[in-house]
């Protein structure tokens, strides 16, 4: 009996969900003017001392109190929010609108005396039918989102724990009370003074505590209201929360706690890029502007991973003019598209030039910089994935170097003020032949810088960018989205890590740093265990790793074996002597170079040997220009300078 009428009422407030906006007004304006009547009722009861439901007095107060209620209802739209949302600015609305209501009332009654009525219920009806309506608010948002949400997720709910106890976690949880399917148990926080004490009615609990939170409530998820702490300490938090069996999300900034529209919404996956590398540095306006504003730029390679996070960095800084150059239509129509939109819809004065080329191309490249002339170059474009470019390694070469050295050329014959290499920590004692063609594009800028005052030479090496074409972030994804294995070379293969926008940002600035020469090492902070990646990846997915003592775990991670050219450890530095800068996130290192008339020599010998198709012979002059270049196969470092054709079965690479 008891159930089907707790059925039946259900239904009916389901029926009273599903009702017409305009059918749902009416209800609720009737509602309130019942409430009007009845805060009369009980005013002249308070008033006199005596009950009465009917009377002159009544009925005169009422109508008046009800007239001066439609008349501000109407005009502050108080029919216009929706109920069952209710909160504490939906009680300051009401309290304003009984407010103006009771302007009019106490104007009349203490005023104007009317028989029969005190002058004091002008006073007293208002208070009581707010409280009336403020009541009728909290019921009708109980019985709508909090009751018949429990009723329809029966079985279903999801137990939340917020980490967090400050305004962010407050507003998080003010949020949760409207989200069907979810229900707060608690806060927890670092902070032992807040413990034991309880906020809008719902527990804290120490940090420490987690573990035993989980397994007595059985907590599903927990939410970090922590928008603004570092990113080392995000990665702690997320460290330890990583041994229990919940799905951890997170607020993302603390732009939705200025507007105070905290939503569920707003939570997202935490992402390996929230916890790796170290935390940004503030950077230099006025380094960032020097060699971009109102100038005219020109970056090679736009489309790529750093090309266009460059590129829309860039135009947020206001060029007159920038050049995106690219061999692949399809990445410079993308950027393209996306940087007119964004000038568009911000009126903004730069204009977008796209060129479709490659860098070695000299008669194109000669031509496009003479006819735009820019103030500064940005040398992005590149083959960078190492095995294709072991495969590979004559078109590898190429593109690295001679295009390198032909955009350079261009712009020293059309004075071009700043020439900024885009290099990589693979540079440093290659063992692989992108990462030699790398050092030997350095080594030519180098060269060029001492003899060519006039266009100021520099290069920026860093590490692996998370999110890029080539990084084992979105590898790793696609595995874990097909259910494993995540595949990676080595249990103890190690990088370097940084963001891209971090990336592009210090780039720029490195750039307007340089006085010619400069060879400039992004902090990247410390060297992560690819291993230890997978797995944190693994279990921010809200899985668990299969392993030896976990033979029931979700994703298994599996060695498969070096590729040809690839390190145990990458590096920054060629030489142990970096210098500060400036800028704390960015050295310079002061690294061995050649003449340029020896290198050019070399130039001629590499191409030479890759026009015979002599890949030994290319090697070998690769290995006369960077003579720490190693190639390496399965069975240990090979000297590339000891090469000949017919060890084509030994060098992959070449």
């Known amino acids: 009996m008891f159930a089907r009428l707790e059925s039946g009422f259900m239904a009916l407030l389901r029926q009273l969900l599903l009702m017409r906006r305009s059918v749902k007004r009416a209800l609720m304006f009737t509602l309130d003017i019942a409430f009007c ?57 009401l309290a304003l609108a009984i407010t103006c209501m009771s302007i009019p009332m106490i104007a009349l009654f203490m005023f104007f005396p009317v028989d029969d009525v005190p002058r004091t219920i002008a006073i007293i009806q208002p208070i009581i039918f707010l409280l009336l309506l403020t009541v009728s608010r909290i019921v009708i948002r109980y019985l709508l989102v909090d009751l018949l949400g429990a009723w329809n997720f029966m079985g279903q709910t999801r137990s939340v724990v917020i980490y967090g106890a400050g305004i962010a976690g407050q507003q998080l949880a003010a949020a949760i009370r409207r989200e069907a399917g979810m229900a707060l148990v608690g806060f927890v926080d670092d902070d032992a003074r807040l413990a034991k004490h309880r906020l809008d009615g719902f527990p804290v609990y ?44 997170m607020l993302p900034g603390v732009q939705q706690l200025v507007q105070g529209d905290v939503s569920i919404n707003d939570l997202r996956e935490v992402r390996v890029e929230d916890l790796l590398g170290r935390d940004a540095v503030e950077p230099d306006a006025a380094l960032l502007r020097s060699t971009i504003s109102d100038k005219v730029v020109f970056v090679s390679g736009a489309g790529g991973s750093i090309g266009s996070e460059l590129c829309r960095q860039i135009v947020n800084l206001r060029p007159r003019r920038l050049i995106l150059f690219e061999m692949s239509e399809h990445a410079l129509y993308n950027i393209d598209r996306e940087l007119r939109e964004r000038e568009a819809a911000n009126n903004g004065g730069c204009k977008i030039v796209a060129v479709l080329g490659n860098a070695c ?79 030997l594009c350095e080594l030519i800028c180098q060269a060029l810088a001492d003899t060519n005052p006039d266009t100021v030479f520099s290069m920026v090496r860093f590490g692996n960018v998370l999110g890029s074409s080539g990084s084992v972030v979105p590898l790793f994804q696609r595995q874990i989205a097909a259910g494993g294995p995540i595949t990676l070379t080595h249990l103890e293969v190690t990088r370097y890590f940084m963001t891209i926008p971090e990336a592009a940002q210090l780039v720029i600035q490195a750039g307007a740093m340089a006085r010619g020469g400069e060879v400039f090492v992004l902090d990247m902070g410390q060297p992560v265990r690819i291993y230890d990646l997978a797995r944190t990846m693994i279990q921010l997915s809200g899985l668990s790793v299969r392993d030896d003592a976990h033979p029931d775990g979700d994703i298994e991670i599996v060695a498969v074996g070096m590729r040809p050219g690839e390190k145990l450890y990458e590096e920054l530095l060629i030489g142990q002597d ?32 890759i026009e015979a198709s002599d890949k030994a012979g290319a090697l070998r002059a690769l290995r006369k220009a960077v003579p720490e270049f190693q190639v390496v196969d399965k069975g240990g470092p090979v000297d590339a300078g000891r090469l000949h054709d017919t060890d084509r079965d030994v060098v992959r690479a070449g």
């Open 361 to 439: 191309d000299a008669t194109l490249v000669e031509r496009i910089i003479q006819l735009e002339r820019p103030d500064t170059i940005f040398h992005a474009a590149a083959y960078k994935h190492v095995p294709l470019v072991e495969e590979n390694p004559e078109v590898g070469i190429v593109n690295n170097v001679c295009g390198t050295l032909t955009l350079a050329r261009a712009a020293i014959n059309a004075r071009v003020a700043r020439f900024i290499l885009i290099s990589t920590d693979k540079a440093v004692r290659p063992t692989n032949v992108m990462g030699a063609s790398k050092r």
């Open 206 to 249: 120490h940090s420490s505590q987690i573990g035993a939170l989980v397994e007595r409530l059985a907590v599903s998820d927990i939410l970090l209201a922590l928008p603004s702490i570092s990113r080392a300490k995000r990665k702690r938090i997320v460290d330890s929360l990583s041994a229990y069996p919940v799905r951890v999300r």
């Open 37 to 93: 009547y009845i805060a009369s009722v009980i005013a002249f009861s308070l008033r006199l001392g005596e009950w009465s439901i009917a009377s002159r007095a009544i009925f005169i107060v009422f109508g008046w109190a009800a007239l001066s209620w439609m008349a501000v209802a109407i005009f502050l739209r108080i029919y216009h929010s929706i109920v069952r949302y209710a909160g504490s600015r939906e009680i300051v609305g």
């Open 578 to 609: 970096a210098q500060p800068t400036p800028h704390p996130s960015i050295m310079c290192a002061h690294e061995s170079k050649l003449s340029w008339p020896i290198l050019e020599q070399i130039v001629r010998d590499l191409r030479a040997a």
